[in-house]
């Protein structure tokens, strides 16, 4: 008996793949993606807003101010959320994980929009260097979550220092933004950095709420009194400088001759000096400032100009003459423009030479 068996069709040959990116697990862009593509994108994120402090709107200052002021509760929140939840040892790691994430967004939405007024005020020759290398190292290990995981996670008090430096810079700019004048949004902002730690301690330490809130309430002025102390290491954010020149004397101001950075004694004591600048500040802030002359780092004078108003993105234009020289005045010169409080905003300088 014949029986007749049916037998299935043979596959049709597969199509040949495309050229191009490779498709799936082939595609080696994949890995990269998921560890690195939130980070670019938040890197380029960030980078798109910083162009909003950098144009005088109408209102701005108040939107950038309350926006860090925002910032800066948000993370204080979320803190104690956190601290909450870890002690709580029903709660999933993966609650305590997405803390943790939320805590470094907000670190480095923060810490990308205080580099560009923090690095238009910072004097790169200068004490306060320091403190924008330090915001710029911290925005880029915030960036990139692989880094920050590695390197931040197993260390609390890099955690800490995160949080710290996040929050005193924040309100270093936000308070002058909305009428703190710089010299007291200074050691303020130093008080409430350190008071905002009280989660951290009361994590790390097993204090009760009290108790860290009390130790931290009393270090915060210790803080304070530090970093007024050490003002000139902090750049004087918002302010900075938007023009700056050496002119001969014997001209107007509206038409300066600039002068070549090595000047001979004997033009220096014919026609004398000016130096002009034009500091910006946020609109409603009056801030005193002075033009401070040094020669190879010995003030010769200290000249205290009209004060600063704010509100003129161009800046607010003040100058100094200086016609009266040492009996020998060849070396470095710098002419250090300062805050009355005594933070730099900027600086000119030239040389003398026989």
């Given at each position: 008996?014949?029986?007749?068996?049916?037998?299935?069709?043979?596959?049709?040959?597969?199509?040949?793949?495309?050229?191009?990116?490779?498709?799936?697990?082939?595609?080696?862009?994949?890995?990269?993606?998921?560890?690195?593509?939130?980070?670019?994108?938040?890197?380029?994120?960030?980078?798109?807003?910083?162009?909003?402090?950098?144009?005088?709107?109408?209102?701005?200052?108040?939107?950038?101010?309350?926006?860090?002021?925002?910032?800066?509760?948000?993370?204080?929140?979320?803190?104690?959320?956190?601290?909450?939840?870890?002690?709580?040892?029903?709660?999933?790691?993966?609650?305590?994980?997405?803390?943790?994430?939320?805590?470094?967004?907000?670190?480095?939405?923060?810490?990308?929009?205080?580099?560009?007024?923090?690095?238009?005020?910072?004097?790169?020759?200068?004490?306060?260097?320091?403190?924008?290398?330090?915001?710029?190292?911290?925005?880029?290990?915030?960036?990139?979550?692989?880094?920050?995981?590695?390197?931040?996670?197993?260390?609390?008090?890099?955690?800490?220092?995160?949080?710290?430096?996040?929050?005193?810079?924040?309100?270093?700019?936000?308070?002058?933004?909305?009428?703190?004048?710089?010299?007291?949004?200074?050691?303020?902002?130093?008080?409430?950095?350190?008071?905002?730690?009280?989660?951290?301690?009361?994590q790390a330490r097993g204090w009760s709420w009290l108790e860290a809130l009390g130790g931290l309430a009393i270090a915060g002025i210790a803080m304070?009194?530090?970093?007024?102390?050490?003002?000139?290491?902090?750049?004087?954010?918002?302010?900075?400088?938007?023009?700056?020149?050496?002119?001969?004397?014997?001209?107007?101001?509206?038409?300066?001759?600039?002068?070549?950075?090595?000047?001979?004694?004997?033009?220096?004591?014919?026609?004398?000096?000016v130096a002009h600048t034009a500091v910006y500040a946020p609109a409603g802030l009056t801030q005193p400032i002075r033009h401070v002359w040094r020669q190879?780092?010995?003030?010769?004078?200290?000249?205290?100009?009209?004060?600063?108003?704010?509100?003129?993105?161009?800046?607010?234009?003040?100058?100094?003459?200086?016609?009266?020289?040492?009996?020998?005045?060849?070396?470095?010169?710098?002419?250090?423009?300062?805050?009355?409080?005594?933070?730099?905003?900027?600086?000119?300088?030239?040389?003398?030479?026989?």
């Amino acid at each position: 008996m014949k029986v007749e068996t049916e037998q299935a069709a043979p596959p049709a040959p597969a199509a040949p793949p495309r050229a191009g990116i490779p498709r799936g697990r082939n595609n080696p862009l994949i890995p990269f993606v998921r560890r690195w593509g939130v980070s670019i994108a938040s890197l380029v994120g960030g980078v798109l807003t910083l162009a909003v402090f950098r144009h005088e709107v109408q209102h701005v200052r108040w939107l950038v101010g309350y926006l860090l002021l925002a910032w800066i509760i948000s993370a204080l929140a979320v803190n104690v959320h956190r601290t909450v939840m870890a002690a709580e040892r029903r709660v999933h790691r993966l609650v305590v994980a997405a803390a943790d994430y939320a805590i470094q967004s907000l670190h480095h939405g923060v810490l990308l929009f205080l580099l560009p007024p923090y690095w238009a005020s910072v004097t790169p020759t200068s004490l306060n260097a320091p403190f924008f290398v330090l915001v710029l190292a911290l925005a880029l290990l915030a960036t990139f979550d692989p880094w920050y995981r590695a390197l931040v996670h197993p260390r609390p008090w890099l955690g800490a220092l995160f949080f710290f430096v996040s929050t005193f810079g924040a309100l270093n700019l936000a308070l002058p933004l909305v009428g703190v004048p710089p010299h007291v949004a200074l050691p303020l902002a130093a008080w409430v950095a350190t008071v905002a730690l009280t989660p951290a301690l009361v994590q790390a330490r097993g204090w009760s709420w009290l108790e860290a809130l009390g130790g931290l309430a009393i270090a915060g002025i210790a803080m304070a009194a530090l970093i007024y102390g050490g003002r000139a290491a902090v750049p004087p954010a918002p302010l900075f400088v938007a023009d700056a020149r050496l002119g001969w004397n014997v001209a107007p101001l509206d038409v300066l001759q600039p002068v070549a950075r090595a000047i001979p004694v004997r033009e220096l004591r014919e026609r004398g000096l000016v130096a002009h600048t034009a500091v910006y500040a946020p609109a409603g802030l009056t801030q005193p400032i002075r033009h401070v002359w040094r020669q190879d780092g010995r003030v010769v004078d200290d000249v205290t100009l009209s004060p600063v108003h704010g509100g003129r993105y161009q800046g607010f234009r003040t100058f100094s003459r200086k016609t009266a020289w040492p009996a020998d005045p060849r070396g470095r010169w710098v002419v250090d423009v300062v805050t009355g409080a005594g933070q730099l905003v900027g600086r000119l300088s030239f040389r003398v030479v026989g």
